[in-house]
């Protein structure tokens, strides 16, 4: 932080000294811009004055306000260049006052990082001759300062794009910088590679030491971590600047992946995809060509392991299956498939690993793609995870089964088929449905044939005039003479309503869940032919229309008649 302090200090001087040498606005009224950018370098001006007679945390303020100061400046020239770009009249007059300005910023920037960049090395330098702790500290110090470089650098490329639009060519100074991102790109990625060696040595080295040696070494350890983070850190950043000029930086964020393991939004893009992609191809050529005299005899065992668990897998479905189809658990259909279905796959998907394993293939960058991929997966089929979570309280809850009719999901039918995905149901005339198994579960869910017996639920009217006491017996002959009505529960037979047209009468009688329709069918039927035969009526709503005629009217017709 002391050493920004200095160079902004050195900044504002230089700045304020250039400043009183531009020439003089011209007459007419300046733009408000111009006056800001004016009120900036005397606000500046002050608080470097401020800054000479400050010490220690007050020093620090200032310094922190001259950055504040300066990024307001800049956002200042920011606006000016923007608007002298578009042409307007009214910035023309100052368009040599922008360029100065302009001009500042680049000059302070070329000798602010040539600065920074001398003291970086010199730190650097001084690292193997300090102390422990001091190599901490100093560790810290360099990080700044290289992020503030960073932070220079694309500023600069901001100063560029400034000259260019006020008409000054730039082409050899952007290249230069561009240039000098893909050497600084460079270096970091055979830190980072150099580094990441390290850290793995000495955590090995950790991991095998003595009480009396592990001090020493988590020490290095420690200052190994944070070189690689450093380096890490400083990466990504000029990444982000590269992209900012187009600079090829897939392998960079390939490298970046493959030491961190976070999935970013840089995995999306297809160089970095191809990039990784590439990479793997390579190492698995040169792997072929380095153990050709070993592969065959490693694929050999390959073989043998994947059909040695491919037996196994068939015969733990086969255990599996004996198991959960006992009477004793009650499982239904689906919840047998499928532990089945699970147990038979799981065995198999440890086999293909430990096959893998066998012919020397490294399983993290394999689970990791998985892991990718599944998160890509996941949002790319919310809906079919969601059928898939409804499949499982389906399982686990068991409303219905396989051959049972149902009503769910606003269809009825027969089930035909269940998956943890969705449920086929075949309709009475003969049609399928395939319903998604979140819209079962999300809905009322009606199992008609869950139970053994179902009670059958009939309403028979007679006339006022027709005897009770023969229709009850005509009923109780019909229930009592049908094979299929069962004797317990007993049958329920009461005179119900005394409706409009009609006495009802309701008739239930309970039968097994399969002969439900066929006892429906048989009595309605028998109750017609026995109501004919003893000469009960089945009423149906009528009216009788009576007309009554008044005497006088009766005698007027009476008189028309004699006439």
């Known amino acids: 932080m002391r050493l920004i302090c200095i160079l902004l200090l050195m900044f504002s001087s230089w700045v304020w000294a250039n400043t009183e040498e531009t020439s003089a606005a011209p007459p007419d009224q300046k733009p408000a811009a111009i006056t800001q950018i ?10 470097l004055s401020e800054s000479k007679t400050s010490t220690g945390s007050a020093q620090n303020v200032v310094s922190l306000q001259l950055i504040n100061k300066n990024e307001e400046l800049r ?8 608007r002298s770009k578009q042409d307007d009249e009214t910035i023309k007059p100052y368009h040599s006052f922008v360029l100065e300005q302009v001009n500042y910023q680049v000059k302070f920037i070329e000798e602010a990082i040539v600065f920074l960049t001398k003291k970086v090395n010199a730190d650097e330098q001084k690292l193997d001759t300090l102390g422990d702790e001091q190599k901490l500290l100093t560790q810290k110090k360099v990080q700044e300062i290289r992020s503030y470089i960073q932070r220079l650098l694309s500023q600069q490329w901001t100063n560029y794009h400034w000259l260019a639009d006020l008409g000054i060519d730039t082409s050899k100074q952007k290249n230069a910088l561009v240039n000098n991102i893909e050497h600084k790109l460079e270096y970091l990625s055979a830190s980072l590679t150099f580094n990441s060696q390290q850290e793995q040595t000495l955590n090995k080295q950790l991991k095998a030491a003595t009480e009396s040696e592990k001090g020493s070494l988590q020490l290095l350890h420690i200052l190994s971590e944070r070189q690689l983070a450093s380096d890490l850190t400083n990466m990504q950043a000029f990444i982000k600047l590269a992209d900012q000029m187009s600079v090829d930086t897939a392998d960079y964020k390939k490298q970046i992946f493959e030491q961190t393991g976070n999935v970013t939004n840089d995995l999306l893009n297809v160089a970095v995809l191809l990039s990784i992609v590439r990479n793997n191809l390579e190492d698995l050529s040169h792997w072929v060509v380095d153990n050709a005299p070993q592969m065959l005899f490693k694929l050999f065992v390959f073989i043998i392991i994947i059909a040695v668990f491919r037996i196994l897998k068939n015969i733990t479905s086969k255990m599996v299956k004996k198991a959960v189809s006992s009477p004793n658990l009650r499982m239904s259909q689906l919840m047998q498939e499928f532990f089945v279905s699970m147990s038979g796959k799981g065995v198999f998907c440890i086999g293909l690993l430990i096959a893998l394993s066998q012919i020397g293939l490294d399983l993290t960058p394999i ?6 991929a599944g998160v890509i997966i996941g949002f790319a089929l919310q809906d079919t995870l969601s059928n898939f979570a409804s499949g499982m309280m389906l399982l686990i809850y068991r409303p219905f089964d396989v051959g049972d009719f149902v009503e769910a999901g606003g269809v009825s039918g027969k089930v035909s088929h269940m998956s943890l995905v969705s449920t086929t149901i075949k309709t009475f005339d003969n049609q399928i449905l395939i319903v998604p198994n979140s819209k079962i579960w999300g809905d009322t869910i009606k199992n008609v044939t869950h139970e053994r017996v179902r009670r059958v639920d009939m309403i028979f009217g007679i006339g006022y005039s027709d005897d ?6 005509v009923f109780n002959d019909i229930i009592d003479e049908h094979p299929m009505v069962l004797r317990q529960p007993e049958k329920t037979i009461k005179l119900h309503t005394l409706n409009t047209s009609s006495v009802d009468y309701i008739v239930r009688p309970w039968v097994k869940t399969e002969d439900y329709w066929d006892v429906y069918w048989d009595v309605t039927r028998e109750v017609k032919r026995r109501f004919d035969e003893v000469g009960l009526s089945i009423p149906f709503p ?5 007309l009554h005629v008044a005497d006088a009217e009766a005698a007027s017709l009476a008189k028309v008649k004699r006439d």
């Open 38 to 47: 004016k009120t900036l370098n005397t606000e500046l001006k002050e608080l």
């Open 75 to 82: 956002e200042v020239i920011a606006d000016l260049v923007n």
């Open 367 to 372: 689970l990791t793609g998985f892991g990718v």
């Open 468 to 473: 009770l006491e023969l229709a009850e017996k």
């Open 542 to 546: 009528q009216q009788d229309v009576h």
